[in-house]
T-cell receptor
Framework: DTGVSQDPRHKITKRGQNVTFRCDPISEHNRLYWYRQTLGQGPEFLTYFQNEAQLEKSRLLSDRFSAERPKGSFSTLEIQRTEQGDSAMYLC?????????????FGSGTRLTVV | AQKITQTQPGMFVQEKEAVTLDCTYDTSDQSYGLFWYKQPSSGEMIFLIYQGSYDEQNATEGRYSLNFQKARKSANLVISASQLGDSAMYFCAMREESFKTIFGAGTRLFVKA
C-alpha cells in the first residue's frame, strides 16, 4: 500500500489549453474524491466516486471540468480551455466504504498554474 | 446549508503548552462525522481525529482530543504538550450523510520555542 498517488505534481499550462490529472487511490478504497485548494483556503469539494459511479458533482464544477473513474480504480480530472482562475492545488483523496471513523487519505496534489 | 466555521486565522502557542483550535458547524443532517486534518508546509493533508455525531465520549488520539459539544454545534481540537512539529494549518471538516466532506478555512498554528 503506497498511499494515494497523483500525477503530475506540477503543471504549467497556457490559458486555453486542456489539462488532465491522474489519481491512483489506495487499492482497497472504493470511494474517491477530488478537491481544489487555493492559497490560504480550505479544500473545496469538486466531485466524488463510489467505485466507477460519480455520485455527486459540485456546482463549482463548470462544464469545462470532467472527471472519470473507469473500472473503479484510478481517476482522471480534465479541465478544458483552462482559465487563470483554475490555478490551484488539485487534491485527490480516497476512503473505504462505510460511515466509520475513516478519515480521507489524501495524495500530495497537483499544482496547476495557468499562465 | 452545511457549513464549517473556523474563526481563528492564526494562533500562537508556546512549546509544551496546550492549545485549543475552534470549530463550529451547521448541518441539518442527523448523522454526520467531524474531522480534523493537519496540513504542514509540505502540503499533504493528514487525518488527525474523528468524532461521530452519535458518539457520547469525546474522541482522543494521542496528544489530540476533540471537545464535542453537540448542542452548541462545536468541535474544538485540543492539542496538548505542543511540539515545534505541530506548526501547520489545521482544518476542521464535516462528513455529511451523502459522504461528501466539507472543510473550514483553516487555522494556522505557530508553535514557539
Amino acid at each position: 500500500d503506497t498511499g494515494v498517488s497523483q500525477d503530475p505534481r506540477h503543471k504549467i499550462t497556457k490559458r486555453g489549453q486542456n489539462v488532465t490529472f491522474r489519481c491512483d487511490p489506495i487499492s482497497e478504497h472504493n470511494r474517491l474524491y477530488w478537491y481544489r485548494q487555493t492559497l490560504g483556503q480550505g479544500p473545496e469539494f469538486l466531485t466524488y466516486f463510489q467505485n466507477e459511479a460519480q455520485l455527486e458533482k459540485s456546482r463549482l464544477l463548470s462544464d469545462r471540468f470532467s472527471a472519470e473513474r473507469p473500472k473503479g480504480s484510478f481517476s482522471t480530472l480534465e479541465i478544458q480551455r483552462t482559465e487563470q482562475g483554475d490555478s490551484a492545488m488539485y487534491l485527490c483523496a480516497s476512503s473505504p466504504k462505510g460511515q466509520g471513523a475513516y478519515g480521507y487519505t489524501f495524495g500530495s496534489g497537483t499544482r496547476l498554474t495557468v499562465v | 446549508a452545511q457549513k464549517i466555521t473556523q474563526t481563528q486565522p492564526g494562533m500562537f502557542v508556546q512549546e509544551k503548552e496546550a492549545v485549543t483550535l475552534d470549530c463550529t458547524y451547521d448541518t441539518s443532517d442527523q448523522s454526520y462525522g467531524l474531522f480534523w486534518y493537519k496540513q504542514p508546509s509540505s502540503g499533504e493533508m493528514i487525518f488527525l481525529i474523528y468524532q461521530g455525531s452519535y458518539d457520547e465520549q469525546n474522541a482522543t488520539e494521542g496528544r489530540y482530543s476533540l471537545n464535542f459539544q453537540k448542542a452548541r454545534k462545536s468541535a474544538n481540537l485540543v492539542i496538548s504538550a505542543s511540539q515545534l512539529g505541530d506548526s501547520a494549518m489545521y482544518f476542521c471538516a464535516m462528513r455529511e450523510e451523502s459522504f461528501k466532506t466539507i472543510f473550514g478555512a483553516g487555522t494556522r498554528l505557530f508553535v514557539k520555542a
